[in-house]
């Protein structure tokens, strides 16, 4: 009989590791399987790329997979396609600039990492004095720039420290999320906040509906980590952080409806004309109560 051999928590380094039966969205034949750490709660996919591998494929095939390739062509088409999506982002990149202005001032400036084409820096910016972004696509990274913010590929390219740090569905994409939260640390002021949203591997799609479907396009080959409350704490704990964590429902009941009905995405808003407000209302508060919500959202700030 063959021996299964299974890696230890590559975050906590334990043992009691299981693997996942799962598909991964966009690998076949890989030999990349989804593993979970029993101790600090964690899953991860196994073996890993090596860094300077994660930033080639950023920069010329992530948001490929995930966008129309007509995006990446060059002339004035293509600056239409990226204006488009840049202005579909927006009314979530208003949602997310309402949660947090209550903890900044007009004077502060801030850094978010992985800005893509920089809707959120236009949403926030009316709530703080500058804006900058990093990101490691460049065809993203130029289009941020020419709608006037100053884009680097790492914190550390710039030269200044930050009111507050953003990262939304970031850290989930980072091999070392531990090392790279210390290093950020270098670019946090005493005072500063670092807000970071992420996916919760304890989706009631998965946890309470146990849906195999939405499973197989859960886990993605651009994610290396798939967090839950208790792990996202590990890793705050770890850089050295102090933290607040709590649940976001992003997806509403009809993209709940349609993944049971049809087992595909796409449903969001679909049956508004028979849901109302208050209703999915209470049904995303509910998710959120029950740790069932889709999305983590952490507050850390630089422990004294």
Same mark, same amino acid.
């Given at each position: 009989? @063959? ?16 693997? @996942? ?120 990274? /130029? ?60 989706? /009631? ?16 080959? /651009? ?60 049904? /995303? ?20």
């Amino acid at each position: 009989m @063959i021996k299964l051999i299974v890696p230890k928590c590559q975050l906590c380094k334990e043992e009691d590791v299981c693997r @996942i039966d799962t598909k991964i969205r966009n690998l076949s034949n890989s030999g990349i399987k989804v593993y979970e750490c029993k101790k600090c709660g964690v899953q991860f996919l196994y073996p890993c790329s090596e860094e300077a591998d994660l930033k080639k494929y950023y920069n010329e095939n992530y948001r490929g997979e995930y966008a129309p390739q007509s995006y990446y062509e060059k002339g004035r088409k293509n600056y239409a396609k990226m204006e488009n999506f840049f202005r579909d982002s927006l009314p979530e990149a208003r949602i997310r600039a309402e949660r947090v202005k209550k903890f900044l001032r007009k004077s502060d400036e801030i850094l978010e990492i992985g800005c893509a084409s920089g809707y959120f820096l236009k949403a926030i910016s009316n709530f703080v004095r500058k804006s900058y972004g990093t990101e490691w696509d460049s065809r993203y990274a /130029a289009y941020a720039k020419k709608i006037g913010f100053e884009i680097k590929e790492n914190p550390s390219d710039f030269n200044r420290k930050f009111d507050g740090i953003f990262m939304f569905h970031v850290l989930e994409h980072i091999k070392s999320p531990v090392k790279f939260l210390k290093d950020l640390k270098k670019v946090m002021k005493k005072s500063s906040i670092l807000f970071i949203e992420m996916p919760s591997r304890e989706d /009631a799609l998965i946890k309470l509906y146990n849906l195999q479907s939405f499973k197989d396009f859960y886990y993605q080959s /651009a994610h290396l980590w798939y967090f839950n409350r208790k792990s996202l704490k590990f890793v705050l704990d770890k850089a050295g952080l102090k933290s607040k964590i709590e649940y976001i429902q992003r997806y509403d009941l009809s993209n709940h409806i349609k993944w049971l009905r049809d087992k595909k995405p796409g449903g969001q808003g679909m049956f508004n004309f028979i849901f109302s407000q208050k209703l999915k209302n209470e049904y /995303a508060k509910n998710l959120m109560v029950n740790k069932m919500a889709d999305t983590l959202f952490a507050i850390a700030k630089l422990r004294k």
